[in-house]
């Protein structure tokens, strides 16, 4: 025999070792003399005998269950095996499983160990290849998804509990379709590569028919932003092209200026002074004007209303106007000379300040216009960044849009390409399963099956 378990140990004293023979091995519990209908035989350790088997053989850990819990920390286990003819050891720790030592000659095997402190030491799910290759011929490298794998396959011949055994194509309960096809079809020898590719389809047709009933529901525009039609992601498309290349051509065409900030600054300083001047000589026009009425309205009151008011003044002040009226024209008189002169000299000051500030004014929007120009030709480095940004998610759009397109278009087209895979798929399946019977029944022709 070319591979074979022959003993199980532990590196604990209170653990009995076990010793297996070539052939058909029982491992029964015994039941005492006193022992009644009532008393059984669990709990003796046959269960965790066969788990200690798949632990030692790269079976998956999980904490606090099984062989990890706090009772067996510090154990190892460890099993003799006959592989490819050789025997060697392997032992697995259960406060370190996510390796394995081994002890024996590994010269012919087609991945080797590596040496740790003078231990050859494989990582687990290397050694599962490693099994894999030996007792199944395995290949290294499988590319397809639905493949058998040596712990799946490992399962059928060591089975962990009572569910294994409700039935031979499975080692436990409601275990997955395309498991027990493609696993029974590599173990019986047939073509499982079939099995394997069926299942893929299977995949593809499922995914096809999602994709199917997603766009059925773009009728109700909750699933349009995620497929949409056909028509419309052309139409989104082109839209985004232009979009694209709109942004493409704002980015050649950008300059960025170095001292942007600076002249929006100066910009904003200036049209607050220009706002400043204008509201100070629209002030100054009102107050000319009035001033320029007045002068044009202001004249030498006449004799008779100077008589008038002097006599008001005489009856209404007796003894205290003593003044001629000679007197009092010459001094109203002379009132009216200095308000005009008073008057003239305002209005050619607000003129000579009105042309002053016009002419500020004039100069610092020559200033504006001047930094407008630069600012208008140029941008900030923070303005050319967000049009770069922009640039890339309108470009991550269109992507989008094309690969929204591209899966449409499979969806259109995948279904007749996969009825034509199944097809030829079934075809090839009938025919090797028909070379296969007909072998048999040829076999069974030149070597007629007698009875002893």
């Known amino acids: ?131 894999g290759i030996l007792l199944f011929s395995l290949p290294l490298n499988e590319e397809r998804k639905f493949t058998p794998s040596f712990r799946s396959l490992i399962s059928y011949f060591i089975r962990p509990g009572k569910d294994s055994f409700s039935t031979p194509f499975e080692y436990f309960r409601k275990q997955p379709e395309w498991e027990r096809q493609i696993f029974n079809t590599f173990l019986l020898g047939l073509a499982w590569e079939d099995a394997s590719e069926w299942q893929e389809l299977k995949e593809q047709e499922k995914l096809l028919d999602n994709l199917k009933k997603l766009k059925k529901t773009n009728q109700s525009g909750f699933t349009t932003r995620i497929l949409g039609s056909l028509g419309d992601l052309e139409a989104a498309r082109i839209r985004i092209e232009q979009q694209l290349q709109s942004r493409r051509e704002s980015l050649d065409s950008f300059r960025v200026h170095p001292e942007y900030h600076e002249l ?76 005009r002169e008073f008057l003239s000299t305002e209005v050619q000051r607000l003129r000579r300040t009105i042309s002053e500030l016009d002419q500020i004014a004039r100069s610092k929007i020559d200033q504006r216009a001047s930094r407008l120009e630069v600012l208008q030709s140029h941008g900030a480095l923070e303005e050319y960044t967000r049009l770069q940004e922009l640039y890339l998610d309108t470009r991550s759009n269109l992507n989008e849009i094309n690969q929204r397109i591209d899966e449409l278009r499979r969806v259109e087209e995948g279904k007749s390409a996969l009825r034509i895979e199944k097809e030829l798929l079934l075809n090839h399946s009938v025919l090797l399963h028909s070379l296969t019977v007909i072998r048999i029944l040829y076999t069974m022709r030149q070597e007629p099956f007698q009875l002893m």
């Not at 007796?318 to 008189?333: N, T, Y």
């Open 264 to 339: 929006q600054q100066e910009v904003d300083i200036l049209t607050r002074e220009i706002h400043e001047i204008t509201n100070e000589n629209v002030f100054n026009r009102q107050l000319l004007t009035f001033y320029e009425s007045s002068l044009q309205q202001e004249s030498e009151p006449s004799q008779h209303e100077i008589t008038r008011l002097y006599e008001t003044a005489g009856i209404e002040l007796p003894g205290l106007v003593i003044r001629r009226l000679e007197e009092v024209e010459a001094f109203h008189r002379q009132i009216v000379e200095n308000r």
């Open 1 to 131: 025999m070319s591979s074979m378990i022959k003993t199980i140990f532990a590196n604990q004293d209170s653990f009995k070792t076990v010793q297996l023979l070539p052939g058909f091995n029982v491992i029964l519990a015994d039941r005492a003399e006193t022992s009644g209908t009532r008393d059984s035989r669990n709990g003796l350790g046959k269960s965790t005998l066969i788990e200690i088997i798949h632990f030692c053989l790269g079976a998956r850990t999980q904490r606090a269950t099984g062989l990890k819990v706090s009772a067996l920390r510090g154990w190892a286990f460890s099993l003799v095996l006959i592989l490819s003819g050789r025997e060697i050891i392997v032992t697995r720790s259960v406060d370190e499983p996510s390796e394995v030592v081994i002890q024996g000659d590994t010269t012919n095997w087609l991945i080797q160990p590596k040496n740790e402190n003078g231990e050859k030491v494989f990582k687990v799910e290397i050694w599962r290849k490693v099994l």
